[in-house]
């Protein structure tokens, strides 16, 4: 017998002690009807062990039935359901709010409406949903409110002297003032006489006065809308929160008691492989109910699949231990030889 045909006929065997081993660790996920509301790994124990905790939230009215127990795999290794805690909690509902406040504004500067703006508002719906909502700065929009028009009155003098006669022909109708046009209003005449040699002369002096009116558009206010937005919360029914704990059954076994190097057979190693994970097995699976502990009768017993896995490891053992201590005789008696 070689060396290579031992090792084909170890091979074959440890596929045929694999295969006839029974499915006790395969994942069933089948009966699964409610989904986690948090999942989280970590580690506890003197070994830290590995653990996964799962936390599910039912109504009243739910059956915890539906939550899966089943054994599956993670990270390369199986957890079967350790324990399952009970309790009963009020629920809160939140959802999220946008609302739009509109207000007046004298001025149209973004810069002084963002400070008559307040940064938070306390909101509550129709339905009972209460919370404080934040300012969104983006969405400030200001719009003008409307217009209004002014009029203010306008008005000039002017002066025409030595006129040959009082006669309001010989004063103009109307005069610039400011770019603006104004209308004669009224005028006062005054006379001053003059010899001019033997003759008499009557001069004439128009004080004339010219008004008008100019209009003007203002805006009378501004419109400016922001939006406001955030979370808010109703709390509503009972609400049952169902924590999962998981424990991994694939934790190395460390063996720390000393050996002895000359005397040591292969049923010495077997009986340490099979030691190992039997005592590393962990507790029975409980259900605790708002502080009471029951056997929980869903979850797959923690201890058979351990001993599955056990008789596996110890009987792949054996079968190397035989093989080791086949192929030293075939040594020895070439040597022999």
């Not at 104004?182 to 005054?190: G, T």
């Not at 000359?262 to 039997?278: I, K, M, V």
């Amino acid at each position: 017998m070689t060396k290579r045909r031992i090792s084909m006929l170890l091979c074959a065997a440890v596929l045929m002690l694999c295969m006839a081993s029974p499915p006790a660790l395969a994942a069933d996920r089948s009966a699964a009807c409610y989904y986690p509301i948090e999942v989280e790994s970590y580690t506890a124990g003197d070994f830290d062990q590995p653990r996964v905790r799962k936390v599910y939230q039912l109504s009243l009215s739910d059956d915890p039935a539906g939550i899966p127990t089943e054994d599956f795999e993670e990270y390369g290794m199986t957890f079967h359901l350790m324990e399952m805690t009970r309790k009963t909690e009020v629920g809160v509902d939140t959802q999220p709010l946008t609302k739009t406040v509109t207000t007046d504004s004298k001025t149209g500067d973004l810069g002084e409406i963002l400070k008559q703006l307040d940064a938070e508002i306390e909101s509550e719906t129709e339905d009972g949903y209460t919370g404080v909502l934040k300012l969104d700065y983006n969405s400030v929009q200001v719009d003008v409110k409307g217009y209004g028009t002014s009029t203010r009155s306008l008005s000039a003098s002017r002066t025409y002297p030595n006129l040959s006669d009082a006669d309001l022909s010989l004063v103009p109708k109307t005069v610039t003032e400011g770019g603006k046009t104004l209308n004669l209003a009224d005028v006062k005449w005054s006379s001053t006489t003059d010899m001019e040699g033997e003759d008499v002369v009557t001069r004439y002096t128009a004080t004339a006065s010219y008004t008008g009116s100019v209009s003007s558009r203002y805006v009378t206010g501004y419109t400016v809308t922001a939006d406001y937005t955030g979370e808010v919360a109703k709390t509503s029914c009972e609400v049952v929160i169902y924590t999962a704990i998981f424990g991994c059954t694939d934790v190395p076994y460390t063996n720390t008691a000393p050996t002895q190097e000359n005397g040591n057979t292969g049923g010495e190693r077997q009986d340490a492989q099979e030691d190992g994970p039997a005592g590393s097995n962990p507790p029975g699976d409980t259900l605790q109910a708002d502080g009471d502990t029951v056997t929980d009768t869903a979850a797959p017993s923690g201890g058979a699949a351990a001993l599955s896995i056990a008789g596996c490891v110890g009987g792949i053992a054996a079968l190397l231990a035989a093989a080791y201590w086949g192929y030293e005789k075939i040594k020895e008696r070439r040597s022999a030889t």
